[in-house]
């Protein structure tokens, strides 16, 4: 069946502007993080959401980072007044239980 | 708190010979612990998990893993490296939530 998708694969941005990632789980999982990889501090938690619990945001690096998710399923993360060191590899995953199917990203540059 | 120590950030291995990944973890409680493969501009995908269960985990492609709680490790080995085994090697360890914490990585080459 269909994996995780991710849209876009590739974006590139002026420092200040917005931007929105957008994740679709695997139908029926109801469980999505969002992680960040990048250069220097690895492979990082940023947010979950579980069915229609309150997200888990601790991971969020600062309040320009949000995500929703609309309905249990399409998952939108948004980045406000980009800065460089925002530039990276964000990854959704979506979750049954305990294995979590990763996305294959969006790499954001902010030039 | 949980985390996870890759104690090789390299590995190069001939084609044909064994491989060895090495992970120790940190865990308060009896963890859940997962090997992920990234190859070059792929995505995440999962090798093995161990929940509890029995203490050898197959997975995918010939890998397996040995989950040792006396020596708080779980460790990645193949028999055989294939050349398609080149890629980034993450030991992940979960957390009672679910959110995953992840090592630093390994990169395997495998040398023909």
């Known amino acids: 069946g269909a994996g995780v998708s991710q849209s876009p694969s590739n974006k590139v941005t002026e420092k200040g502007k917005d931007v929105e990632l957008r994740c679709d789980p695997i139908?029926?999982?109801?469980?999505l993080y969002w992680y960040r990889q990048s250069l220097g501090q690895g492979l990082e938690f940023l947010i979950y959401f579980q069915g229609n619990s309150a997200p888990d945001k601790s991971g969020l690096p600062s309040d320009r980072f949000s995500a929703e998710r609309t309905g249990g399923s399409v998952s939108t993360l948004t980045i406000q007044r980009t800065q460089q060191e925002d530039s990276a590899v964000y990854l959704c995953?979506?979750?049954?239980?305990?294995?979590?199917?990763f996305g294959p990203g969006t790499r954001l540059t902010v030039t | 708190a949980q985390s996870v120590t890759q104690l090789d950030s390299h590995v190069s291995v001939s084609e044909g010979t064994p491989v060895l990944l090495r992970c120790n973890y940190s865990?308060?409680?009896?963890?859940?612990l997962f090997w992920y493969v990234q190859h070059p501009n792929k995505g995440l995908q999962l090798l093995l998990k161990y929940t509890s269960a029995a203490t050898l985990v197959k997975g995918i492609n010939g890998f397996e893993a040995e989950f040792k709680k006396s020596e708080t490790s779980f460790h990645l080995t193949k028999p055989s490296a294939h050349m398609s085994d080149a890629a980034e090697y993450f030991c992940v360890v979960s957390d009672l939530t679910g959110k995953l914490i992840f090592g630093q990585g390994t990169e395997l080459s495998v040398k023909p």
């Open positions: 995953a979506s979750s049954p239980g305990s294995e979590q199917y």
């Open positions: 139908s029926g999982h109801t469980a």
């Open positions: 865990s308060s409680y009896s963890p859940s």
